[in-house]
């Protein structure tokens, strides 16, 4: 069955530094991959989307890669502010319209 | 433009009763999600209208479940009758074109007791 890992469950960071959370994917062939933040008591909100055919996709301080290869997605936001402190869920998607995501990654950005 | 909305925000009832869950999309989002997570799980994927039609809903539990979209715009789910199991937050999401990522609401918490 399709397996979506992400990186352990929470990560903390030092403000200014640069985040990597990682999603790792098996059993799965996606034609694309989203990123979406989470706070708590909110629903998903959107970041990202990047596709098969794509290496890397960038958005101000954030940045995607996706390796089909590997059947990873790294998920980078550099300069981290404490304002990024959020869980972070990759999703990725594939010919039906319906998401799969992960389990999510709880990053805590200290000042 | 107004984002998602659904209501309630909270919902307490006891096991065997009924519970309709409200989502209102984006003004002329065709397409329109249904997701659930329940304590300590992933967010799953319920079902997909697009307009008024039930596109996939390979995700719905059982036929505890009903999802309605009337004339294309918001969209019901029914739970009836409710179980213990059923507690989770509901989240609808609605989008337009194929990969521009979803829009949530901010979810329905339902609580089954």
């Known amino acids: 069955s399709q397996k979506i890992e992400q990186n352990s469950e929470a990560l903390n960071i030092q403000e200014g530094k640069t985040a990597t959370l990682t999603c790792n994917y098996t059993n799965y062939s996606p034609a694309y991959l989203q990123w979406y933040r989470q706070d708590p008591g909110r629903g998903p909100v959107f970041l990202l989307l990047i596709r098969e055919n794509e290496k890397e996709k960038r958005k101000e301080r954030l940045k995607v890669t996706f390796d089909t290869t590997l059947k990873q997605s790294l998920f980078h936001i550099t300069a981290s502010q404490p304002a990024d402190s959020a869980t972070y869920l990759c999703?990725?998607?594939?010919?039906?319209?319906?998401?799969?995501f992960g389990s999510g990654t709880q990053l805590t950005v200290l000042p | 433009e107004a984002g998602v909305t659904q209501f309630p925000s909270h919902s307490v009832i006891e096991k065997g009763q009924t519970v309709t869950l409200r989502c209102d999309p984006i003004?002329?989002?065709?397409?329109l999600y249904w997701y659930r997570r329940v304590m300590g799980k992933e967010i799953k994927f319920l079902l997909h209208?697009?307009?008024?039609?039930?596109?996939?809903e390979s995700g719905m539990p059982n036929n505890r479940f009903l999802a309605e979209r009337t004339g294309g715009t918001y969209s019901t789910l029914k739970v009836q009758p409710a179980e213990l199991e059923d507690s989770g937050v509901y989240f609808c999401?609605?989008?337009?074109?194929?990969?521009?990522?979803?829009?949530f609401g901010s979810g329905t918490r339902l609580t089954v007791v």
């Open positions: 209208f697009v307009k008024e039609s039930k596109q996939d």
């Open positions: 999703a990725p998607g594939g010919s039906a319209r319906q998401l799969t």
């Open positions: 003004s002329g989002h065709d397409n």
């Open positions: 999401a609605s989008s337009q074109a194929r990969g521009n990522g979803y829009t």
